[in-house]
């Protein structure tokens, strides 16, 4: 699972809302992802870090902001959640050298209900 | 923009058979493809990495091929079993170095019965 975890596992909220989630890794990877998963979908690129404090947008961002101050933990917020945002979230991250160089692993995954 | 089609989107087969699943992307300039597996309520499993100079990759029963001139890849699954019963998923990676911003299909959902 390449020490992935993310918190919390499952979550209901209410419109309006202020939501994070939290993505942390324990082993250095420069590399890191947030991606929802709807059906019919797949899944999403959302933001993605190349380091601390270096992120930036992917193919659904509206609505979401992330931080990464640390290199083992990268946090995804809703600014004001919307039904719209009911999803599964996962996040990854990517190796940067040796025999699995490029390769994805991802978390567990989040469930956000929003209500 | 890159998409990526998987099918069948769902397949049921007699346990032991062999079978193969398809996935195809619009633009060949990709770096790398990775199949993963999804078992319901849980996470993605990588399960091969193909990068774009090769053409065929195998761990066990899996075996994924990739013609990038074609913008196809295969998952060839030997002697099946229920166990493998899962989502397959098919992603297409455009980056450098590690960094990868995959672009995911919408999966085959595979169910194998004894």
Redesign the interface.
């Known amino acids: 699972?390449a020490g992935i975890t993310q918190s919390p596992r499952h979550k209901v909220t209410e419109t309006g809302t202020p939501v994070t989630l939290r993505c942390h890794q324990t082993e250095n990877?420069?590399?890191m992802?947030w991606y929802r998963q709807d059906p019919?979908?797949?899944?999403?690129?959302i933001h993605?870090s190349?380091g601390v404090k270096d992120t930036d947008k992917?193919e659904v961002s509206d609505g979401y902001s992330v931080s990464r101050s640390k290199t083992e933990d990268f946090l995804l917020t809703l600014e004001s959640a919307t039904s719209s945002q009911t999803s599964v979230y996962?996040c990854?991250i990517?190796?940067?050298?040796g025999a699995?160089?490029?390769?994805?692993?991802?978390?567990?995954?989040t469930r956000l209900t929003v209500l | 923009k890159q998409e990526v089609t998987q099918i069948p989107a769902a397949l049921s087969v007699p346990e032991g058979e062999n079978l193969v699943l398809n996935c195809s992307f619009t633009d060949s300039a990709i770096y790398n493809l990775q199949w993963f597996r999804q078992d319901p309520g849980k996470g993605l499993t990588s399960l091969l990495l193909i990068q774009s100079s090769q053409r065929e990759q195998t761990s066990g029963r899996l075996n994924a091929s990739l013609d990038k001139s074609s913008g196809r890849s295969t998952l060839y699954i030997a002697a099946s079993q229920p166990g493998d019963s899962a989502t397959y998923l098919c992603a297409v990676g455009g980056g450098q170095g590690g960094f990868q911003k995959l672009v995911f299909g919408t999966g085959t959902r595979l169910l194998v019965s004894p």
Do not use: M, T
Request: no cysteine; aromatic share 24%.
């Open positions: 699972d990877h420069r590399y992802y019919g979908h797949g899944l999403r690129l993605y190349y992917g996962f990854a990517s190796v940067s050298g699995v160089a490029n390769e994805q692993f991802f978390g567990p995954g």
